[in-house]
């Protein structure tokens, strides 16, 4: 299907979430390259379920553009397009998304990339409990998701794969990160945070290991798209002010199965 240069706008107000999400899929399905919703107020699923309105390609392409506060599971199972939130998003952004965009300018709820297994998450404030839980990788397939603040209790857990990096820009200077049970069961994947973090704060069988060059390449793109996306002076963040967090383990409960 060729994609043409419209825009269409859709004002949400007093529509039920199954109606606007059949607009969204109807305006794609008919060409449309960007969509703005206006006055969005807890709509949910927006941007799931496009792929019987378009190919890959041109999800690939597709911008979604919400000014207000979506509802929860915003972009689940995302598939290639870019969703930028002109506001706060609610529980469950990104959940299991394969690849594409959120870039929220606000903060975000609990559970945010929950089963994340591919794209980019870019959260401008904090976020809540659970964060990237579940996140997984596999092949090329990598999820990253970017939080400008800090997080609840629980970042990170059971994660498989997958990149999280913590920014800690909403804490004062000197204070430290106020989450809990960071990591508990993490078997994969790498969580990068920025700020005092303490070893009880961090689930067992997770270790702090230096930066690889790698990890110092991986911080510097992401600090500086942080930066951009946001229009937020970044310069005086350094990679070196991350403390990285891996399993130690790839199987850290092996003790309690048979096999």
């Not at 945010?112 to 980019?120: D, K, V, Y």
């Amino acid at each position: 299907m060729s994609l043409t240069l419209s825009i269409t706008e859709i004002d949400a107000t007093g529509i039920y979430y199954k109606e606007l999400n059949q607009q969204i899929r109807k305006a794609v399905s008919d060409g449309t390259r960007k969509i703005v919703l206006k006055n969005v107020t807890g709509q949910r699923y927006i941007g799931t379920n496009l792929h019987d309105a378009a190919d890959l390609d041109t999800l690939k392409q597709l911008e979604i553009e919400i000014h207000g506060t979506p509802g929860n599971d915003l972009g689940m199972f995302l598939d290639g397009p870019t969703i930028t939130i002109h506001g706060n998003v609610m529980d469950g952004s990104g959940n299991t998304m394969n690849r594409g965009r959120i870039i929220a300018h606000g903060r975000a709820g609990d559970i945010t990339g929950f089963s994340a297994r591919g794209g980019e998450i870019f959260i401008r404030d904090n976020a809540g409990y659970r964060v990237g839980i579940h996140m997984k990788e596999y092949g090329d397939k990598r999820p990253v998701m970017v939080i400008g603040g800090a997080t609840q209790d629980f970042l990170g857990e059971y994660m498989a794969g997958g990149v999280v990096i913590i920014m800690g820009l909403t804490l004062k200077h000197g204070e430290s990160h106020y989450c809990s049970h960071v990591g508990t069961g993490m078997h994969g994947g790498a969580i990068f945070m920025r700020g005092n973090i303490a070893p009880h704060q961090i689930g067992t069988g997770v270790g702090m290991p230096e930066l690889s060059d790698g990890d110092i390449a991986l911080l510097d793109k992401y600090i500086e798209e942080y930066g951009a996306i946001f229009n937020i002076d970044v310069s005086k963040i350094s990679p070196m002010d991350f403390t990285k967090l891996a399993p130690l383990s790839v199987r850290p409960y092996k003790q309690l199965y048979a096999y």
